[in-house]
Protein backbone atom coordinates (compact mmCIF):
# COMPACT_ATOMS: atom_id res chain seq x y z
CA UNK A 1 0.00 0.00 0.00
CA UNK A 2 1.56 3.29 -0.98
CA UNK A 3 1.96 5.59 2.24
CA UNK A 4 -0.79 8.78 2.17
CA UNK A 5 0.86 12.54 1.36
CA UNK A 6 1.49 14.35 4.77
CA UNK A 7 0.26 18.05 4.10
CA UNK A 8 0.94 20.87 6.82
CA UNK A 9 -1.50 23.95 7.13
CA UNK A 10 0.64 26.76 8.91
CA UNK A 11 -2.28 28.89 9.80
CA UNK A 12 -5.14 25.80 9.84
CA UNK A 13 -6.69 27.44 13.20
CA UNK A 14 -7.88 30.62 10.69
CA UNK A 15 -10.66 31.83 8.07
CA UNK A 16 -8.74 29.98 5.20
CA UNK A 17 -7.05 27.01 7.21
CA UNK A 18 -9.88 25.87 8.85
CA UNK A 19 -11.91 26.01 5.64
CA UNK A 20 -9.25 23.85 3.78
CA UNK A 21 -9.04 21.53 6.28
CA UNK A 22 -12.79 20.86 6.79
CA UNK A 23 -12.29 20.34 2.86
CA UNK A 24 -9.06 17.97 3.34
CA UNK A 25 -11.13 15.62 5.66
CA UNK A 26 -12.67 13.19 3.36
CA UNK A 27 -9.18 12.65 1.48
CA UNK A 28 -6.57 10.08 1.29
CA UNK A 29 -3.90 12.53 3.13
CA UNK A 30 -2.26 12.56 6.32
CA UNK A 31 -2.38 16.10 8.27
CA UNK A 32 0.26 17.27 10.69
CA UNK A 33 -0.82 19.72 12.66
CA UNK A 34 1.38 21.87 15.33
CA UNK A 35 -0.32 22.21 19.01
CA UNK A 36 -2.19 25.29 19.04
CA UNK A 37 -0.07 26.63 21.59
CA UNK A 38 2.83 26.74 19.58
CA UNK A 39 1.28 27.64 16.26
CA UNK A 40 3.86 30.44 15.52
CA UNK A 41 6.67 29.42 16.84
CA UNK A 42 9.48 28.92 14.07
CA UNK A 43 10.94 25.88 15.86
CA UNK A 44 7.84 23.92 15.58
CA UNK A 45 6.94 25.01 11.96
CA UNK A 46 9.98 24.19 10.54
CA UNK A 47 9.76 20.65 12.17
CA UNK A 48 6.20 20.11 10.98
CA UNK A 49 7.04 21.42 7.32
CA UNK A 50 10.19 18.11 7.28
CA UNK A 51 7.86 15.56 7.88
CA UNK A 52 5.85 17.00 5.30
CA UNK A 53 5.14 16.73 1.35
CA UNK A 54 2.93 19.66 0.87
CA UNK A 55 2.55 22.92 2.96
CA UNK A 56 -0.63 24.57 2.21
CA UNK A 57 0.11 28.72 3.59
CA UNK A 58 -3.01 30.73 5.44
CA UNK A 59 -0.78 33.11 6.97
CA UNK A 60 -0.84 36.76 6.30
CA UNK A 61 1.91 38.15 3.53
CA UNK A 62 4.49 38.70 5.75
CA UNK A 63 4.38 35.11 7.71
CA UNK A 64 4.08 33.92 4.59
CA UNK A 65 7.26 34.82 3.20
CA UNK A 66 9.04 33.80 6.25
CA UNK A 67 7.61 30.76 6.09
CA UNK A 68 8.97 30.35 2.62
CA UNK A 69 12.48 31.16 3.82
CA UNK A 70 12.03 28.50 6.82
CA UNK A 71 10.93 25.63 4.10
CA UNK A 72 13.93 27.55 1.68
CA UNK A 73 15.98 26.26 4.78
CA UNK A 74 15.26 22.55 4.51
CA UNK A 75 17.03 22.36 1.05
CA UNK A 76 16.58 18.76 -0.22
CA UNK A 77 14.02 17.99 2.75
CA UNK A 78 12.19 21.05 1.29
CA UNK A 79 8.48 20.03 1.05
CA UNK A 80 5.74 21.71 -2.03
CA UNK A 81 4.10 25.08 -0.82
CA UNK A 82 0.45 25.97 -1.68
CA UNK A 83 0.58 29.78 -0.37
CA UNK A 84 -2.76 31.35 0.06
CA UNK A 85 -1.47 34.86 0.66
CA UNK A 86 -1.06 37.69 -1.67
CA UNK A 87 2.75 37.76 -1.57
CA UNK A 88 3.74 35.62 -4.28
CA UNK A 89 0.99 35.61 -6.78
CA UNK A 90 2.90 37.77 -9.36
CA UNK A 91 6.44 36.43 -8.15
CA UNK A 92 8.97 35.15 -10.88
CA UNK A 93 9.49 30.77 -10.42
CA UNK A 94 5.91 30.62 -8.71
CA UNK A 95 2.75 28.92 -10.61
CA UNK A 96 -0.69 30.55 -10.22
CA UNK A 97 -2.90 28.53 -9.06
CA UNK A 98 -5.95 28.78 -11.39
CA UNK A 99 -6.35 25.79 -13.33
CA UNK A 100 -9.11 27.43 -15.46
CA UNK A 101 -6.59 30.08 -16.56
CA UNK A 102 -5.39 28.44 -19.88
CA UNK A 103 -4.58 24.92 -21.57
CA UNK A 104 -2.13 23.86 -19.81
CA UNK A 105 -2.11 25.18 -16.23
CA UNK A 106 -3.42 22.73 -14.37
CA UNK A 107 -0.69 20.46 -15.42
CA UNK A 108 1.85 23.28 -14.71
CA UNK A 109 0.23 23.15 -11.13
CA UNK A 110 0.61 19.73 -10.78
CA UNK A 111 4.11 19.39 -11.14
CA UNK A 112 5.16 22.81 -9.78
CA UNK A 113 7.17 22.97 -6.51
CA UNK A 114 5.27 26.16 -5.29
CA UNK A 115 2.09 27.59 -6.10
CA UNK A 116 -0.29 30.94 -5.61
CA UNK A 117 -3.30 30.65 -4.79
CA UNK A 118 -5.35 33.39 -6.50
CA UNK A 119 -6.67 36.09 -4.28
CA UNK A 120 -10.72 36.34 -4.16
CA UNK A 121 -11.33 39.49 -6.18
CA UNK A 122 -8.29 38.25 -9.29
CA UNK A 123 -10.37 35.20 -9.56
CA UNK A 124 -13.65 37.11 -10.64
CA UNK A 125 -11.84 39.45 -12.75
CA UNK A 126 -9.49 37.42 -14.48
CA UNK A 127 -12.01 34.72 -15.37
CA UNK A 128 -13.77 37.22 -17.13
CA UNK A 129 -11.27 39.60 -18.79
CA UNK A 130 -8.24 37.28 -19.54
CA UNK A 131 -10.30 35.49 -22.35
CA UNK A 132 -11.48 38.65 -24.26
CA UNK A 133 -7.91 39.89 -24.18
CA UNK A 134 -6.93 36.79 -25.78
CA UNK A 135 -9.63 36.49 -28.35
CA UNK A 136 -8.26 39.79 -29.42
CA UNK A 137 -11.90 41.61 -28.23
CA UNK A 138 -10.71 43.91 -25.54
CA UNK A 139 -7.43 45.42 -26.50
CA UNK A 140 -4.82 45.55 -23.67
CA UNK A 141 -4.59 49.21 -23.27
CA UNK A 142 -8.90 49.01 -22.66
CA UNK A 143 -9.25 50.87 -19.56
CA UNK A 144 -10.58 48.31 -17.55
CA UNK A 145 -13.25 49.45 -14.08
CA UNK A 146 -13.50 46.79 -11.88
CA UNK A 147 -16.22 46.94 -9.12
CA UNK A 148 -16.62 44.38 -6.42
CA UNK A 149 -18.54 43.42 -3.11
CA UNK A 150 -17.11 41.07 -0.99
CA UNK A 151 -18.49 39.17 2.54
CA UNK A 152 -17.08 40.22 5.48
CA UNK A 153 -15.17 37.01 5.79
CA UNK A 154 -12.78 38.41 3.15
CA UNK A 155 -11.18 40.20 6.03
CA UNK A 156 -10.20 37.01 8.20
CA UNK A 157 -10.63 36.98 11.53
CA UNK A 158 -10.06 40.55 12.74
CA UNK A 159 -13.00 41.57 10.51
CA UNK A 160 -15.15 39.17 11.56
CA UNK A 161 -15.03 39.63 14.53
CA UNK A 162 -15.45 43.72 14.15
CA UNK A 163 -18.67 42.65 12.31
CA UNK A 164 -19.95 39.85 14.95
CA UNK A 165 -20.07 42.62 17.10
CA UNK A 166 -22.40 45.86 17.03
CA UNK A 167 -21.35 48.70 14.64
CA UNK A 168 -20.35 47.83 11.64
CA UNK A 169 -21.49 49.20 8.48
CA UNK A 170 -23.96 47.71 6.16
CA UNK A 171 -21.83 48.44 3.23
CA UNK A 172 -18.88 50.30 2.99
CA UNK A 173 -16.14 51.25 -0.20
CA UNK A 174 -12.85 50.66 0.57
CA UNK A 175 -9.21 50.55 -1.29
CA UNK A 176 -9.72 54.30 -1.89
CA UNK A 177 -6.14 55.05 -2.57
CA UNK A 178 -6.78 52.46 -5.86
CA UNK A 179 -3.77 50.83 -4.38
CA UNK A 180 -5.28 47.67 -3.30
CA UNK A 181 -3.04 44.92 -2.87
CA UNK A 182 -4.82 42.77 -5.66
CA UNK A 183 -4.58 45.47 -8.81
CA UNK A 184 -1.41 43.90 -9.82
CA UNK A 185 -2.39 40.42 -9.50
CA UNK A 186 -4.88 40.93 -11.88
CA UNK A 187 -3.18 43.77 -13.89
CA UNK A 188 -0.96 40.71 -14.72
CA UNK A 189 -2.68 37.95 -15.08
CA UNK A 190 -5.77 39.33 -16.67
CA UNK A 191 -2.96 40.18 -19.69
CA UNK A 192 -3.74 43.75 -19.60
CA UNK A 193 -0.71 46.74 -20.56
CA UNK A 194 -2.94 49.60 -18.45
CA UNK A 195 -3.71 49.28 -14.59
CA UNK A 196 -7.60 48.47 -13.87
CA UNK A 197 -9.25 50.87 -11.69
CA UNK A 198 -10.32 48.39 -8.52
CA UNK A 199 -12.98 49.70 -6.24
CA UNK A 200 -13.92 46.87 -3.65
CA UNK A 201 -16.76 47.20 -1.23
CA UNK A 202 -17.28 45.22 1.68
CA UNK A 203 -20.82 44.31 3.24
CA UNK A 204 -22.71 43.30 6.38
CA UNK A 205 -22.82 39.67 5.29
CA UNK A 206 -20.36 36.63 5.95
CA UNK A 207 -19.39 35.28 2.60
CA UNK A 208 -19.91 35.67 -1.16
CA UNK A 209 -18.78 37.89 -3.24
CA UNK A 210 -19.75 39.65 -6.72
CA UNK A 211 -17.54 41.18 -8.97
CA UNK A 212 -18.21 43.62 -11.80
CA UNK A 213 -16.99 45.35 -14.61
CA UNK A 214 -18.46 47.38 -16.77
CA UNK A 215 -17.87 47.87 -20.62
CA UNK A 216 -18.87 50.26 -23.64
CA UNK A 217 -19.28 47.87 -26.81
CA UNK A 218 -18.03 50.43 -29.34
CA UNK A 219 -14.90 50.85 -27.29
CA UNK A 220 -14.35 46.97 -28.00
CA UNK A 221 -12.99 45.01 -31.17
CA UNK A 222 -14.96 43.71 -33.78
CA UNK A 223 -18.47 45.13 -33.29
CA UNK A 224 -19.50 42.64 -30.80
CA UNK A 225 -22.50 41.63 -28.97
CA UNK A 226 -23.23 40.72 -25.70
CA UNK A 227 -23.69 37.47 -26.95
CA UNK A 228 -20.77 37.74 -28.50
CA UNK A 229 -18.81 37.78 -25.14
CA UNK A 230 -21.45 35.36 -23.36
CA UNK A 231 -19.98 32.77 -26.43
CA UNK A 232 -16.35 33.61 -25.88
CA UNK A 233 -16.37 32.82 -22.26
CA UNK A 234 -18.74 29.54 -22.92
CA UNK A 235 -16.35 28.40 -24.99
CA UNK A 236 -13.88 28.81 -22.95
CA UNK A 237 -15.09 27.54 -19.37
CA UNK A 238 -16.99 24.34 -21.65
CA UNK A 239 -16.17 21.20 -19.56
CA UNK A 240 -14.82 22.97 -16.37
CA UNK A 241 -16.46 21.83 -13.15
CA UNK A 242 -15.97 25.29 -10.82
CA UNK A 243 -17.16 27.95 -13.03
CA UNK A 244 -20.17 28.09 -15.42
CA UNK A 245 -21.31 30.56 -18.06
CA UNK A 246 -24.80 31.10 -17.11
CA UNK A 247 -27.34 33.27 -18.67
CA UNK A 248 -28.17 36.89 -17.69
CA UNK A 249 -30.77 37.61 -14.59
CA UNK A 250 -32.67 40.68 -13.80
CA UNK A 251 -30.80 40.86 -10.04
CA UNK A 252 -27.72 38.94 -8.66
CA UNK A 253 -27.08 38.66 -4.60
CA UNK A 254 -23.53 38.36 -3.75
CA UNK A 255 -24.77 35.35 -0.98
CA UNK A 256 -26.17 32.95 -3.31
CA UNK A 257 -22.72 30.78 -3.49
CA UNK A 258 -22.03 30.97 0.20
CA UNK A 259 -20.64 27.50 1.02
CA UNK A 260 -19.79 26.60 -2.74
CA UNK A 261 -16.80 26.18 -4.75
CA UNK A 262 -18.29 27.12 -7.51
CA UNK A 263 -18.07 30.23 -9.37
CA UNK A 264 -21.05 31.59 -12.23
CA UNK A 265 -19.51 33.97 -14.82
CA UNK A 266 -22.75 36.49 -16.80
CA UNK A 267 -22.73 39.14 -19.31
CA UNK A 268 -25.84 41.35 -18.86
CA UNK A 269 -25.89 43.24 -22.47
CA UNK A 270 -28.22 46.36 -23.34
CA UNK A 271 -28.25 46.05 -27.19
CA UNK A 272 -29.46 49.31 -27.89
CA UNK A 273 -27.16 51.20 -25.71
CA UNK A 274 -24.36 49.39 -26.50
CA UNK A 275 -23.48 48.55 -23.08
CA UNK A 276 -22.35 45.44 -21.58
CA UNK A 277 -21.81 44.19 -17.88
CA UNK A 278 -19.74 41.43 -16.93
CA UNK A 279 -20.26 39.78 -13.81
CA UNK A 280 -18.84 36.87 -11.29
CA UNK A 281 -20.15 35.84 -7.98
CA UNK A 282 -18.52 33.46 -6.28
CA UNK A 283 -17.87 32.81 -2.08
CA UNK A 284 -14.73 34.53 -1.17
CA UNK A 285 -13.81 31.76 0.87
CA UNK A 286 -14.88 29.15 -1.72
CA UNK A 287 -13.42 29.19 -5.21
CA UNK A 288 -11.95 32.58 -3.77
CA UNK A 289 -9.89 30.56 -1.31
CA UNK A 290 -10.57 27.10 0.09
CA UNK A 291 -12.00 25.62 -2.62
CA UNK A 292 -9.73 26.87 -4.68
CA UNK A 293 -6.86 25.91 -2.87
CA UNK A 294 -8.48 22.27 -2.54
CA UNK A 295 -8.37 22.34 -6.55
CA UNK A 296 -4.50 22.86 -6.05
CA UNK A 297 -4.01 19.99 -3.73
CA UNK A 298 -5.67 17.52 -5.39
CA UNK A 299 -3.58 18.31 -8.69
CA UNK A 300 -0.17 18.61 -6.69
CA UNK A 301 -0.83 15.11 -4.76
CA UNK A 302 -2.27 13.96 -7.98
CA UNK A 303 -5.94 13.14 -5.96
CA UNK A 304 -8.08 13.91 -8.96
CA UNK A 305 -10.14 10.34 -9.02
CA UNK A 306 -9.82 10.37 -5.00
N1 LIG B 1 -10.55 35.41 4.07
C1 LIG B 1 -10.59 35.35 2.74
O1 LIG B 1 -11.66 35.50 2.07
C2 LIG B 1 -9.36 35.07 1.98
C3 LIG B 1 -8.10 35.05 2.57
N2 LIG B 1 -6.99 34.76 1.81
C4 LIG B 1 -5.63 34.84 2.33
O2 LIG B 1 -5.39 33.80 3.24
C5 LIG B 1 -4.45 34.23 4.21
C6 LIG B 1 -5.06 33.98 5.58
O3 LIG B 1 -6.23 34.79 5.65
P1 LIG B 1 -7.40 34.49 6.67
O4 LIG B 1 -7.53 33.03 6.89
O5 LIG B 1 -8.56 35.25 6.16
O6 LIG B 1 -6.79 35.23 7.96
P2 LIG B 1 -7.04 34.93 9.50
O7 LIG B 1 -6.60 36.17 10.22
O8 LIG B 1 -8.40 34.44 9.73
O9 LIG B 1 -6.02 33.74 9.81
C7 LIG B 1 -4.62 33.86 9.77
C8 LIG B 1 -4.04 32.79 10.68
O10 LIG B 1 -2.61 32.88 10.66
C9 LIG B 1 -2.14 32.86 12.02
N3 LIG B 1 -0.86 33.54 12.06
C10 LIG B 1 -0.60 34.87 11.98
N4 LIG B 1 0.74 35.09 12.03
C11 LIG B 1 1.33 33.88 12.14
C12 LIG B 1 2.68 33.45 12.24
N5 LIG B 1 3.70 34.30 12.23
N6 LIG B 1 2.91 32.12 12.31
C13 LIG B 1 1.91 31.21 12.31
N7 LIG B 1 0.60 31.56 12.27
C14 LIG B 1 0.32 32.89 12.15
C15 LIG B 1 -3.22 33.57 12.78
O11 LIG B 1 -3.16 33.31 14.16
P3 LIG B 1 -3.79 34.39 15.21
O12 LIG B 1 -5.19 34.63 14.75
O13 LIG B 1 -3.70 33.71 16.48
O14 LIG B 1 -2.94 35.63 15.06
C16 LIG B 1 -4.47 32.97 12.13
O15 LIG B 1 -4.78 31.71 12.67
C17 LIG B 1 -4.18 35.72 3.97
O16 LIG B 1 -2.94 35.88 3.36
C18 LIG B 1 -5.33 36.14 3.06
O17 LIG B 1 -4.91 37.16 2.18
C19 LIG B 1 -7.14 34.40 0.51
C20 LIG B 1 -8.36 34.42 -0.12
C21 LIG B 1 -9.54 34.83 0.57
C1 LIG C 1 -13.26 42.23 2.59
C2 LIG C 1 -11.75 42.24 2.60
O1 LIG C 1 -11.12 42.93 3.38
N1 LIG C 1 -11.15 41.49 1.72
C3 LIG C 1 -9.72 41.39 1.61
C4 LIG C 1 -9.42 40.47 0.47
C5 LIG C 1 -9.38 39.07 0.90
C6 LIG C 1 -7.96 38.62 1.10
O2 LIG C 1 -7.15 39.12 1.84
O3 LIG C 1 -7.65 37.64 0.46
P1 LIG C 1 -6.76 37.34 -0.74
O4 LIG C 1 -5.79 38.43 -1.02
O5 LIG C 1 -5.91 36.26 -0.35
O6 LIG C 1 -7.72 37.09 -1.78
C7 LIG C 1 -9.05 42.70 1.26
O7 LIG C 1 -9.60 43.49 0.50
O8 LIG C 1 -7.88 42.86 1.65
Not at 8 to 14: L, T
Not at 179 to 192: D, F, S, T
Request: with cysteine; net charge negative; aromatic share 4%.
Amino acid sequence: MTQKPVVFIDGEAGTTGLEIRERLAPLPVTLHSVDHAHRKDPAARKEAMQAADLVVLCLPDDASREAVEMAAELGDASPRILDASTAFRTAPGWVYGFPELEAGQAEAIAIAPCVANPGCYPTGAIALLRPLVEAGVMDAHYPVCINAISGYSGGGRSMIEAHERDGSPAFELYGLKLEHKHVPEIHQHAGLKRRPVFVPSVGHFARGMIVSIPLHLDDLNGNVSGEDLHNILEKRYAGQDHVRVLAAEPKLSAEALAGSDRMELRVHANTQNRQALLTARLDNLGKGASGAALQNIRLMLGLNAA
